[in-house]
């Protein structure tokens, strides 16, 4: 037995895939990614050697890569990253997003229904597609208003939201239509190793090590509910093993923070941990025009998967982001590395024009 997991050499999937085979008795990952600009090799580093890790470079738009992995690994489950994931980068180049989030997990879904379709018994019966999905398909929560709950309307704002919605609607319809063996997980915004530095919390961590400014859109009171990549990581295999097919699970830390409010803790840990002779970093925060459609709030409610599957996050909020940035603090090279050409080139393009 093995599993399939498309993106996994990207923030999240790179930590599942490391998390899942932490474990010894865990089936082997077959890993399907692209290595876009947000995937990279170097996150997998510690499994080289390892005979239950197989990497595969490719496309999940390449239907015929997706049958041959299928007819060859035969694995009991798919477990769908694969995704364009940057909102400010949807808002550049929305192509790219309709692409990879839309026609990518139709083709991955049709790929799928052909190979469960050629199975029989116990195998057929445990087949799972797992749809790792976002927060940010509900839309916008006024201050107060009840956090999203998996019956929440969709509402997305950006190109980015809009093709995971779109992506998320596929998977329902093909186990209405087909009867596909689905589950869907939603999560709030996570943080944690890997994580590449174009989204808030690690841009913030490695521009204040290098002594640049730390933009921050508009009046900084966006709000967000913030999720340890881990904890992340063992929702997803809690869904895997008990959720109810077709059904929705929201994966949430119980945590929601104004952005200034993430940026100033992060601020205050390296003040702690590596303090610059030069003053607080905290004097380095700017702010800079906002994002355009900028979603004010978003906040999970994940009261189903705890009620049903018994799963709570691990790491508070105060844990999970001194991790996090001790990771950072200690990992200078993976940081270097991924900081190429065309990610100055990006930073470049999205923050120059917001001064």
């Known amino acids: 037995m093995t599993i399939l997991v498309t993106g996994g050499a990207g923030f999240i999937g790179s930590n599942f895939v490391l998390d899942w085979l932490a ?3 865990a089936e082997p990952v077959v890993n399907l990614d692209n290595l876009t600009y947000a995937g990279n090799r170097a996150n997998l580093a510690s499994l080289q050697g390892d005979a239950r890790h197989s990497f595969v470079h490719g496309d999940i738009c390449d239907r015929a890569l997706a049958d041959s992995l299928l007819a060859t690994h035969r694995p009991r489950a798919i477990v769908h990253f694969a ?29 799928a229904r052909a190979h469960w379709g050629t199975l029989a018994g116990d195998a057929k019966a445990a087949f799972r597609f797992h749809h790792v999905s976002t927060d940010e398909v509900y839309g916008s929560l006024q201050p107060g208003a009840p956090a999203f709950t998996e019956a929440h309307p969709y509402e997305p704002n950006s190109p980015y939201s809009a093709s995971k919605a779109a992506s998320d609607h596929l998977v329902r319809a ?32 490695v521009n204040a090590l290098a002594g640049k400014p730390l933009p921050v859109y508009g009046d900084g009171q966006q709000i967000r509910d913030w999720l340890y990549v881990g904890d992340h990581c063992s929702g997803i ?5 008990g959720g109810r097919l077709g059904e929705t699970y929201n994966i949430g830390g119980w945590n929601e923070q104004a952005n200034i409010d993430i940026v100033k803790i992060v601020c205050g840990l390296l003040d702690e941990l590596r303090p610059d002779p030069a003053g607080p970093y905290a004097r380095l925060i700017t702010y800079v025009t906002d994002r355009p459609g900028h979603d004010r709030r978003y906040a999970i409610d994940a009261r189903k998967i705890e009620r049903e599957l018994g799963w709570r996050p691990a790491e508070t909020f105060a844990t999970g982001i001194r991790k996090t940035v001790q990771w950072y603090l200690a990992h200078a090279d993976w940081v270097a590395q991924v900081q190429s050409g065309a990610y100055r080139d990006w930073v470049s393009t999205n923050y120059a024009a917001r001064a």
Not at 181 to 202: A, Q, R, W
Not at 237 to 241: E, K, S, T
């Open 83 to 111: 995704a364009e994931s940057h909102v400010d980068r949807s808002i550049h180049g929305p192509g790219a997003f309709m692409k990879t989030n839309v026609d990518g997990t139709f083709t991955l879904l049709e790929a």
């Open 174 to 205: 093909w186990h209405h239509t087909y009867g596909l063996p689905v589950v869907t997980t939603n999560c709030s915004n996570n943080y944690g190793p890997y994580h590449f530095p174009e989204k808030l919390i690690p841009l913030m961590i």
């Open 23 to 25: 474990d010894p008795t």
């Open 237 to 241: 295999r809690a869904v895997l093993a």
